[in-house]
């Protein structure tokens, strides 16, 4: 009988079974995928390490997590700075000193200042919803052609119906930085994010495409305790009803060109485009394999957001009041069960950056394997 059982092989279930390997416990992991690494997976084609669910950049201002990754990978020094397509203007994301400048002919950070300050004042009282939060952080030219359109393909809803919090993540500078996150330490694995979950997992016994609830009284006598990364809701069969989730597609295109759009990541603002944005996937690792040679074909994918239905992937939780409320019905029931840990973003229902869910795998693993 193993000590562990860790249901999924994402970043959670890795971290938990490396240490729980590493304090002497025998761990067997459970992934329902045919690979490991879960939303974090990369996949080689034409020698370029593709996203497969998504741009994952990693970031921090937690020393320990960076520590820690980079036992198991060494990082490049890319640093996300995303453009905004809107009608084929371009504007530099964050919102900085070239994106007033172009917005509105702007020169100097007083002039942007005071544009800003003057188009902040139409929202008067405390913001209600995401449309008048945006426009009391930027004004309403911004709002209108680089947030409300993006915003709305992303979450498959009204701005006016989305909570005002959501948009307090938004980078908004009176300098010439281009830097989207404010984050001591970013990067990206050289070799991709799934090399690294690999050498989280080395010499750990992985069943892939093995779905745990499909059988779990079976899966259940295997070990003394099991570590459930899955959605929540799920494991109780739905027995509240569904949260709900965010979901994307992707179509990936293999381009007999050296350079698509020369950035990783392009915004698609408008509201008429059908895309939220398209990642080049090359310029995540400068267009050079590891060995630093030049690739010569690129692979894009056009990324658009789905409306989330039950055997869906769920990638973000929708983070509202309706469904707080009924994770928080879950989570009265998951504390009620023996024996199991729930973790991660699906297990926790929780809106968590790479960083985060590494914190959370190490606090949990700290408090466990004592």
Request: net charge negative; charged share 25%.
């Amino acid at each position: 009988m193993y000590d562990y059982l860790v249901v999924g092989a994402g970043l959670y279930g890795a971290i938990f079974a490396h240490e729980a390997k590493k304090a002497n416990k025998s761990v067997l992991v459970l992934e329902k995928r045919p690979n490991i690494a879960g939303n974090v997976y990369t996949e080689k084609i034409e020698g370029i390490n593709v996203h497969k669910y998504g741009a994952h950049i990693f970031h921090t201002n937690n020393e320990n997590v960076w520590n820690y990754v980079r036992k198991f990978a060494e990082f490049n020094r890319f640093t996300n700075s995303p453009v905004a397509n809107y009608k084929g203007e371009l504007y530099s994301m964050p919102f900085n000193m070239y994106t007033f400048n172009k917005m509105w002919g702007v020169v100097t950070p007083e002039e942007a200042a005071n544009k800003i300050a003057e188009q902040r004042k139409e929202i008067t009282v405390e913001p209600q919803n995401l449309e008048e939060q945006a426009i009391s952080l930027v004004g309403r030219d911004i709002y209108e052609k680089l947030v409300k359109g993006y915003t709305e393909k992303q979450w498959g809803r009204d701005c006016k119906d989305l909570p005002a919090f959501i948009i307090k993540r938004l980078p908004v500078r009176l300098t010439f930085d281009n830097n989207y996150f404010n984050a001591l330490y970013q990067g990206i694995p050289i070799g991709g994010y799934t090399k690294m979950v690999k050498n989280m997992l080395n010499g750990i016994e992985v069943r892939l495409d093995t779905n745990y609830l499909s059988d779990r009284l079976k899966y259940n006598s295997l070990a003394k305790k099991i570590v459930y990364t899955g959605a929540i809701d799920e494991y109780f069969d739905y027995q509240f009803g569904n949260l709900e989730y965010r979901s994307v597609r992707f179509e990936n295109e293999i381009l007999d060109i050296p350079n698509f759009q020369g950035n990783a990541a392009v915004n698609y603002t408008d509201s008429e485009t059908p895309w939220t944005r398209i990642i080049e996937h090359k310029w995540f690792e400068f267009g050079k394999d590891e060995e630093g040679n030049d690739l010569p074909k690129t692979v894009i994918s056009r990324e658009y957001s789905a409306e989330w239905k039950p055997g869906d992937e769920p990638y973000y939780p929708v983070n509202d009041e309706k469904n707080g409320a009924l994770y928080e019905q879950y989570k009265e029931l998951a504390q009620k069960e023996d024996n199991i840990i729930f973790g991660g973003r699906l297990g926790e229902y929780k809106y968590y950056d790479m960083d985060a869910v590494i914190a959370s795998a190490l606090e949990m693993s700290e408090k466990e394997l004592v």
